[in-house]
């Protein structure tokens, strides 16, 4: 049979065949699981080598269960035949013959009828035909050879061969066919072919008992999970992926108010499950699945449920699987050490309303605390810097600016403890400040007040000062936090964080500050939009943009990019050119708000100011790149700046020619990153143009772009500076972690008061804003409250 599949291909498929069999990935890149056991965390997926997919019914078959779902049997192909190129064993474990059979008995059924009643009534009108139950057995049989040969249609797209295999109970109970079914599919595989395997419906018998499902060596073939495990074991497979309808394995029925989904599933931890009914096609349903996959887990095949019909996931649900992303439910013997990530957002959210309902003096209580604890605890602290930074020096793996980065010193915790003081003062004047009292009708007051925005999600690299600073903010704020910080900073990071949450437990909110220390991606952490509500990248343009990325549902607060301009006017100041630039340039190039590019006024192109630019620069070390209008005034001209959209993070700047001042603003447009733009010149007619008219975060008029900082705007602090439009713009410090709300203060009031035949009129009376009014309850802060306003 397999002989005469490869028989009837053609030449130039056959050849591409025998070619993929000579040049698959070696076997050393998938190693496999080690010594029988199966992988105990999803990351260690990747290098899984024979793989079980297993399609669910509902996955294989439509809506209406007649018929196949060919768009995502197509998606779940191309996949699968992505893997088998990169030197992996594919095997196929489907359903769908029963309902493609249904489908054809049916369309013959009708067309059968059609004609009997076009002969007896001699014209071509057809009545209301009713249709016999369809038999699953007889399905079974008329649909098998469809289903096989458009799966052999699908794959020869790919250059791959497919081969069928039918079994049943009885091929894994006889010892003598489970060895010829393991010798047939071994050799397939080592042919390079992937085997589609199905029951054999159209003989199989009933579903037996569930007594079986207790012992590890046996396990009854009744449905296609039962299947999929089995031949799994048998094939000692290392990962079994079992697609269904549902995005994975839940504590309670899907669909349920309370239902969550289980990231990581421990089977000691199925007491704790609770089960809905069967899927809608098929004999199996979600216990059905789970005793399965623990029955394969404990014979040494890792598992993984995952959602198969979802139109958004469907085209790489099983390649983000193996790549080891944070998809369905993942089978584990190994019982997680903590929290899963959810849980830990759930936990800090529920302690972050508790931080927001104290009073502001509370939460500077805690914030003082926490700068008395960097100052108290700095030996253990630098202790585990040193090891941090000892470990980062010996990979070798960190440039000399992040290993500055990384390194913390007496003086460095000294001043953050500074900062942390201003932050506490701060922190008296945030949560429930009244922005705008309105007295909308008499005994009708409105007001909009701050309020935190919820859980912040905040991830940054080799920069462990980053930790208390945002965890201050986020306590002043009232918002609950969530940190992932870099590997590279973890023994600090730990210690950092349990200082932190030793300062929050003084007033009862310990868990409001949560430090993510799981395998977990920064991928799989984006994709909670329901959990999370602002994401905020510490780190190089290159994490932001990752996280911008893969964020779809969260807003991001950054910017990718720090492509900042200097403008020298005509009539700029020769020392305050020289200064401002190589303040701009040199005194930290790594910063976001270094000067990347230098843009110079044709005018002042060989003039003594030009010069002493040049040989300012020159004997700072920058490297300088021709921008194209620069070179073209040039004989010789430095380097041509391959982009006038780079990011340099060095001793290296662009330098470019413009004809005006609008000349300058229409580059920053096309060019810059709307981070921060400086001009240079005594007019000050042009430099207010200058200024009202760049669209940037931050635009400065004879000052350095390094000025774009929060510390040095007065915010005490910064959680980074964003370029977004809405929400905070520039740095972002306390005031950028706040939204608002509306109170309404009504004495019985409803709308059809206001209505023509209503006895009230609106006065929309603006009111003085003070403090916020008692009884306004922003958490459990009460001010007096001014009855008069309601009154008069």
Avoid at 126 to 131: E, G, R
Avoid at 272 to 284: A, E, N, P
Avoid at 699 to 710: M, T
Avoid at 724 to 735: K, N, Q, S, T
């Amino acid at each position: 049979m397999l002989l005469q599949r490869l028989c009837t291909r053609s030449p130039l498929d056959l050849q591409r065949h025998v070619c993929r069999l000579l040049i698959r990935t070696p076997a050393a890149v998938l190693q496999g699981r080690a010594n029988g056991s199966s992988f105990a965390y999803r990351s260690e997926l990747r290098h899984a080598k024979r793989i079980v997919v297993k399609l669910g019914s509902a996955v294989v078959t439509r809506g209406d269960e007649c018929g196949l779902a060919l768009g995502r049997l197509a998606s779940i192909v191309e996949q699968v035949a992505m893997l088998q190129n990169q030197g992996r064993e594919m095997m196929i474990v489907t359903s769908g013959a029963v309902a493609f059979g249904k489908q054809r008995l049916r369309h013959e059924i009708l067309l059968s009828q059609s004609v009997r009643q076009a002969l007896h009534s001699g014209h071509n009108q057809l009545k209301d035909m009713a249709l016999p139950v369809l038999e699953a057995r007889a399905c079974a049989a008329a649909g098998q050879s469809g289903l096989m040969a458009l799966y052999e249609a699908m794959f020869t797209q790919y250059s791959t061969c497919t081969a069928q295999i039918l079994v049943t109970n009885l091929d894994f109970h006889n010892d003598d066919k489970r060895q010829n079914l393991n010798s047939t599919l071994r050799e397939l595989l080592r042919m390079n072919i992937v085997p589609i395997i199905n029951t054999n419906d159209a003989v199989v018998s009933a579903p037996e008992p569930n007594s079986d499902l207790q012992g590890v060596n046996v396990i009854s073939i009744k449905d296609n999970d039962s299947l999929a495990a089995r031949l799994a074991v048998e094939m000692k497979a290392d990962l079994l992926i079992a697609l269904s309808d549902v995005e994975g394995l839940y504590d309670s029925p899907p669909g349920t108010d309370d239902a969550k989904l289980i990231d990581i599933f421990y089977p000691g931890d199925q007491q704790s499950i609770t089960f809905g009914t069967k899927s809608r096609v098929g004999l199996g349903g979600m216990e059905a699945k789970v005793k399965a996959a623990v029955w394969a887990l404990q014979s040494g095949t890792s598992v993984v449920i995952a959602n198969g019909t979802h139109p958004k996931v469907t085209g790489h649900v099983i390649t983000d699987i193996v790549e080891g992303k944070k998809v369905g439910t993942f089978f584990t013997e190994i019982k997680p050490a903590g929290p899963t990530v959810e849980q830990q957002t759930e936990v800090a959210r529920s302690c972050g309303r508790t931080l927001a309902s104290l009073h502001p003096g509370q939460r500077g209580e805690i914030i003082c605390q926490l700068a008395e604890l960097l100052t108290e605890r700095k030996e253990e602290i630098l202790a585990a810097n040193k090891m941090d930074m000892d470990l980062a020096i010996n990979a070798g793996s960190l440039s000399a600016a992040l290993l500055k980065r990384l390194s913390l010193s007496p003086s460095k915790l000294n001043s953050l403890a500074i900062g942390l003081r201003q932050i506490a003062v701060a922190a008296q004047d945030s949560v429930g400040r009244v922005l705008r009292r309105t007295r909308v009708a008499h005994n009708l007051v409105l007001e909009q007040i701050t309020v935190p925005i919820g859980v912040l999600l905040v991830i940054f690299e080799a920069r462990p000062d980053c930790l208390p600073q945002v965890s201050a903010l986020a306590i002043a704020s009232g918002n609950a936090l969530l940190l992932k910080g870099g590997k590279e900073a973890a023994n600090t990071n730990r210690v950092l964080h349990q200082i932190t949450q030793e300062a929050l437990s003084m007033h009862g909110v310990t868990d409001a500050v949560q430090l993510v220390s799981t395998r977990e991606e920064i991928e799989d952490l984006c994709r909670l939009d329901k959990m999370i509500d602002l994401i905020i990248p510490r780190g190089s343009s290159q994490l932001v943009r990752e996280i911008q990325r893969a964020a779809k549902g969260i807003p991001v607060l950054g910017h990718s990019e720090g492509i900042c301009h200097v403008y020298i006017d005509t009539e700029a100041d020769i020392d305050k050119v020289i200064k401002i630039v190589r303040d701009s340039k040199c005194d930290y190039p790594a910063a976001c708000n270094s000067m990347e590019t230098l843009l110079i006024h044709r005018d002042v192109l060989r003039t003594p100011l030009f010069d002493q630019i040049i040989d300012m620069l020159r004997t700072e070390q920058v490297k300088i790149h021709a921008g194209p209008q620069f070179a073209s005034y040039l004989t010789f001209s430095p380097s041509e700046a391959k982009s006038l959209r780079t990011e340099y993070s060095d001793l290296e700047c662009c330098l470019e020619v413009v004809d005006s001042m609008q000349d300058a603003v229409d580059h920053i447009h096309k060019y810059g990153s709307f981070h921060t733009d400086t001009i240079i010149t005594e007019n000050e007619d042009t430099a207010e143009k200058f200024l009202h008219q760049v669209d940037s975060a931050c635009v400065f008029w004879n000052a350095s772009s390094r000025f774009a900082d929060g510390y040095r705007f007065g915010l005490g602090a910064e959680v980074g500076i964003s370029t977004a439009r809405i929400h905070a713009r520039g740095p972002v410090g306390l005031e950028g972690l706040l939204t608002s709300k509306w109170v309404l203060r009504g004495d019985g009031h409803t709308a059809a008061d206001f209505s023509d035949h209503g006895t009230m009129t609106y006065l929309h009376e603006n009111l003085p804003v003070g403090e916020p009014l008692a009884g306004q309850k922003d958490g459990n802060q009460t001010r007096d409250f001014d009855s008069s306003l309601m009154d008069a």
